[in-house]
């Protein structure tokens, strides 16, 4: 991607070797802790290490990390998303962060809406290809499949579903009720 780590633009590599002021949310001290205890020792080794190992192979040591974005276990990463990514707005520069929350299958998401909706089936129909849209994690085929339509049609009863929640609290409501029940905070 570059030939040197400090002009990868999101990495954090220059806030790890000191070249640039270190974000709040970054808790380097665990990692630097492994080359030195005095920090600009560790930074000085830290960069040193990245140096070493460009274009060797080795064992990724992100290969258990929670959706390949946040470095940390299970409790870490539910407090940075809790309280830097569940009020924004889902963006494409950031595929990734979708991949942040747990994602429920199409049948729990249709089960919970069927619950929490009642007997309203176009209700129950449209609010369940929205969510399994946008939280389920399966292929539009599968949902389409589940719905009896065609791909490009999930995608255009969930916007249309999108549309028609922004006017109605009722619906809202409704959905914000469903959306907890599945354990869904990310808008």
Not at 141 to 151: L, M, N, T, V, Y
Request: glycine share 8%; with cysteine.
């Amino acid at each position: 991607m570059v030939d040197r780590a400090e002009d990868y633009l999101w990495s954090s590599y220059n806030s790890y070797v000191g070249k640039a002021k270190r974000p709040e949310w970054l808790k380097s001290d665990f990692i630097l802790g492994y080359f030195d205890q005095r920090e600009s020792a560790a930074q000085r080794k830290y960069e040193q290490f990245v140096k070493l190992m460009l274009g060797k192979s080795y064992e990724s040591p992100l290969k258990d990390v929670t959706a390949s974005t946040i470095l940390g276990d299970k409790f870490f990463v539910t407090e940075i998303m809790e309280k830097y990514l569940d009020r924004k707005k889902r963006d494409r520069n950031l595929p990734s962060r979708g991949m942040l929350r747990e994602e429920r299958s199409v049948k729990e998401i249709c089960e919970a809406v069927v619950v929490l909706a009642g007997e309203d089936k176009k209700t129950v129909t449209g609010m369940s290809i929205y969510l399994c849209h946008r939280y389920s994690g399966a292929g539009l085929k599968e949902i389409g499949a589940q719905f009896g339509i065609s791909e490009s049609g999930i995608t255009r009863a969930s916007q249309r579903f999108g549309e028609k929640i922004e006017g109605d609290k009722g619906l809202k409501s409704l959905l914000v009720k469903v959306k907890n029940e599945l354990g869904i905070s990310i808008a």
